[in-house]
């Protein structure tokens, strides 16, 4: 398993997007590993239309989205939870591969720092994120890059598709694809925030059930995605603050609305 120090690190989110966004993430010196933003085999089709994002005041429920934003201008600096629409990222996963690359090479030449750990977050099916795997696996420097797969059961907002995460089933097809291709690198899950015990049941029977010999295919658990099915109203009757593909504005939320609870229990 990859040491990270110090022990901050970013999630994978729409500001660890480009490769600029990268470059700075891997050089700040707060970061001990970074996050790149969930990506697919072929890129997400990505919608300014309909993949949005928000940030929001819990105390007054008031929010700032992506238009007044875009003004250069925040207004308000109470905001602690976010509420957004997006999917992934509309980069594939060999374009991230050729963008880290370049970013190691580049850390080298300046003498910044020692190879931070870099996980890589991906979905896709069950076969498509073995693939994922055989493809990190394949062009990862092991003398010198520490690479690390996330595999993400838990967006919130892809439309006809729930969150793999939320049933012991469906995470227990992802370790059972793992397990039979055995991949040699630090592989992790990401969770959606669980709210009722029985789905922490079967998180922990799906690891169970998923450990051949006793062994798991995985070695990290990455906490929390966003709670889906959220809603911020607009100022006005009818009006919302973001947009997505159903229409209604609903999406995942994050922040301190999210039951620390979930944290304890996991």
Known sequence: MAFIDPPLLNSANVWATTEEDLDALYRCPATGAITIRTSLLNGFAHDNTIHQYCFVDTDSMSFENESS??????????????????????????????????????????????????????????????????????????????????????????????????SKEGILSYLTALQTRRLEMPIGIKTPPYTYQAQFDDLVGALLDGSLGGKCPISFITATNTLGSCFVPGVFPNEKAINSASGLGIGGLAGMLIPHGFMESL
């Open 69 to 166: 934003l875009a003004k250069g201008v925040r207004t308000n600096t109470n905001e602690t939870s976010s509420l957004n629409t997006l999917g992934y990222s509309p980069i594939s996963l060999e374009s991230y591969i050729e963008i880290v690359q370049r970013i190691e090479k580049r850390a080298v030449h300046d003498n910044i720092h020692k190879h931070k750990p870099i996980i890589f977050s991906i979905t896709g099916t069950a076969a498509e994120v073995v693939k994922c795997g055989q493809l990190l696996q394949s062009r990862a420097n092991k003398g010198t890059s520490t690479w690390m797969m996330e595999v993400n059961l838990s967006c919130p907002n892809i439309v006809n598709k729930p969150p793999p995460a939320y």
